[in-house]
């Protein structure tokens, strides 16, 4: 697929089906990630992948009750989802390692909606972050987490502001 095709046609998704991912699949993604620029080439990013039901169940009822009712769709992205992403950082400068997660995470989802894999970046997430420290006895900084699947929907997409709109030439 034609790199602008993608940028231009990927979607939050936020509705999957149960069709299970291969782990080929998932490090494809995982791999894309960690080929993103980074900061002194500090590669600060961490994954914890979890497949397994009931964890991303007690992962979505933990944040559910942390959280008002417009993320609870979020609560269930993340117990339907087949696989789901915890991105954790080793921060030292905080900005540009934070900057340069996000590139890792936007090459995730970039190379997902290649592989015709549908995703979601949750910053919502961050609500329960003690908590999935302890579960997972991390002392790494939670960044995002990454909702992954099949889906069968196909959202239209979001108005954007032109480039008008938010660029100043000199």
Not at 74 to 79: D, G, H, Q, S
Not at 116 to 123: K, R
Request: glycine share 4%.
């Amino acid at each position: 697929m034609e790199l602008t095709e993608v940028i231009k046609n990927r979607r939050s998704i936020r509705h999957f089906n149960n069709e299970k991912l291969s782990k080929e699949t998932i490090n494809k993604i995982l791999t894309s990630g960690i080929l993103a620029p980074s900061a002194k080439n500090r590669q600060p990013w961490n994954f914890i992948v979890i497949e397994n039901s009931d964890l991303k169940k007690e992962i979505g009822d933990l944040l559910e009750k942390k959280t008002t009712d417009e993320t609870n769709l979020t609560c269930e992205v993340i117990r339907e989802c087949q696989a789901l992403i915890l991105v954790y950082g080793d921060i030292e400068h905080e900005i540009f390692d934070v900057e340069s997660i996000g590139a890792c995470i936007e090459n995730m989802i970039l190379e997902a909606y290649n592989l015709n894999v549908g995703s979601l970046w949750i910053g919502f997430i961050l609500q329960i972050e003690e908590e999935l420290k302890k579960k997972f006895k991390t002392d790494k900084k939670l960044i995002a987490a990454v909702a992954l699947g099949y889906t069968n929907t196909n959202p239209k997409p979001r108005p954007r502001k032109t480039l008008e709109e938010c660029t100043k030439w000199y």
